[in-house]
């Protein structure tokens, strides 16, 4: 079974940095792409960040300049450096895998989700 965990949350004043860590772990064949998202309550979960397979990187407009996805040295981690944080990047960051996992003639691909870290942005 895949799992993907974050950690890094946490409070922080405007214009400080944070850096989010997720790792997946579990039988996994390979990894298509990982990335970032964000939710506050009342409002959809909304793509922060995405890294795929060739390193290829997307960002949202809103985190362009301020924020850096990379790969880890170990396999299927993923982070998020943030820095020159606003209050409103304050909300619930998710890990996302888009990953293969199983055994050869049982692969199965699927989309995963961490269970969220909380990050809060003071003024």
């Known amino acids: 079974q895949v799992q993907l965990v974050e950690s890094g949350g946490g409070l922080v004043q405007a214009g400080g940095s944070l850096r989010l860590s997720c790792a997946a772990s579990g039988i996994i064949y390979s990894n298509n792409a990982m990335g970032w998202y964000r939710q506050v309550p009342g409002k959809q979960r909304e793509r922060v960040a995405v890294i795929n397979s060739d390193e290829l990187t997307n960002y949202a407009d809103s985190v362009k300049g301020r924020f850096t996805i990379s790969r880890g040295n170990a396999e299927n981690t993923v982070y998020l450096q943030m820095n020159s944080l606003k209050p409103e990047d304050t909300a619930v960051y998710y890990c996302?895998?888009?990953?293969?996992?199983?055994?050869?003639?049982?692969?199965?691909?699927?989309?995963?989700w961490g269970q969220g870290t909380q990050v809060t942005v003071s003024s």
């Open positions: 996302n895998g888009d990953l293969v996992s199983g055994t050869p003639g049982r692969f199965t691909r699927g989309n995963y």
